[in-house]
């Protein structure tokens, strides 16, 4: 059975940073693309970060470009989102799932609250 976990979330200040875990059992995240995508309320969803699993790269979405940063332990079987300088616009549930398109992506975790607010 398999099962994805995102964990991390919470309160933060504007500047402040959080950072987000993707942990997976019943497969090696290794062999996946893992993406990161958020919805905000009474938004779309949308995509924030994605590392491959051909090469390593990591992309970004404009808006986080600078302040995010997505890497894996594979040792861990985990990926991470290292959330720096966030905004209040960065407040949103946000998910980890199986590709960088979310329409592609097989597994998708529950999700974690992120709120940056004074």
């Known amino acids: 059975q398999v099962q994805v976990v995102e964990s991390g979330g919470g309160l933060a200040q504007p500047g402040g940073s959080l950072r987000l875990s993707c942990a997976a059992s019943?497969?090696?995240?290794?062999?996946?693309?893992i993406g990161w995508f958020r919805q905000a309320p009474g938004k779309e969803r949308e995509g924030v970060s994605c590392?491959?699993?051909?090469?390593?790269?990591?992309s970004y979405a404009d808006s986080v470009r600078g302040r995010f940063t997505i890497s894996r332990d594979n040792a861990k079987n985990t990926v991470y989102l290292q959330m720096n300088s966030l905004k209040p616009e960065d407040t949103a549930v946000y998910y980890c799932?199986?590709?960088?398109?979310?329409?592609?992506?097989?597994?998708w975790g529950q999700g974690t609250q992120v709120t940056v607010s004074s």
């Open positions: 590392i491959r699993s051909s090469d390593g790269s990591a």
């Open positions: 799932a199986t590709d960088c398109s979310d329409y592609r992506a097989e597994y």
């Open positions: 019943g497969i090696t995240l290794d062999y996946y693309t």
